[in-house]
């Protein structure tokens, strides 16, 4: 027998193959610009853009934690992220009753939303406007399931108290602002990564 035959893939393809074996083997297949911060870091970094947000749970849920995940988006598009990068915050809440936990993210300005890659439904659905160099406080999201004698209904319930989220960081807070709201945004589209 004599030598094999050696097929050279193009660089084209070379690059779809690298791509697909990135995107399998890393968390989420996209890159994240969000941070989680410390509240009292906020002053060492005023430049920054931050969002805050809570999550609580009202009534007893699923045996398996749920996360409430805010990602960026453009409302034109309805487009949030892709494979390579998905802007996102979340916090993980509890399956037992709990009280608002509330988080500061470091962000890119934009518009952030509900995710679509959250489990349970938004009852009033909405956007935010977020602003570079500010510290902006989007809501609070009550995790709740509704049952009746024939099924039950995992929902979310979005509310807004900015005073009780300024009390939950003391005078640091002082500056935090609502964030403005886009009430009519339509929801984001979701992606999927396959190679």
Known sequence: MGARDMTVLPRSKIAVVFTALVCLT?????????????????????????????????SAVAELPSSVVI??????????????????????ASTTPSAVQYRVFKVPAGVYTYSFANRYALVNPAAFIVDQGKTVYIGDFILMVERDQYAQREIVEFRRNLPAAKAAFGPAAEA????????????????????
């Open 26 to 58: 890393t968390q989420g297949c996209a890159l994240n610009s969000v941070r989680e911060v410390q509240f009292k870091d906020v002053a060492q970094h005023a430049a920054s853009t931050r969002i805050v947000f809570g999550v609580a749970t009202q």
């Open 71 to 92: 990602e960026q988006y453009d409302p034109v598009t309805r487009k949030g992220g892709d494979c390579y990068r998905w802007n996102r915050a979340a916090i993980v």
């Open 176 to 195: 935090m602002e609502l964030a403005p709201a886009l009430p009519n945004a339509p929801r984001p589209m979701g992606f999927a990564c396959t190679p």
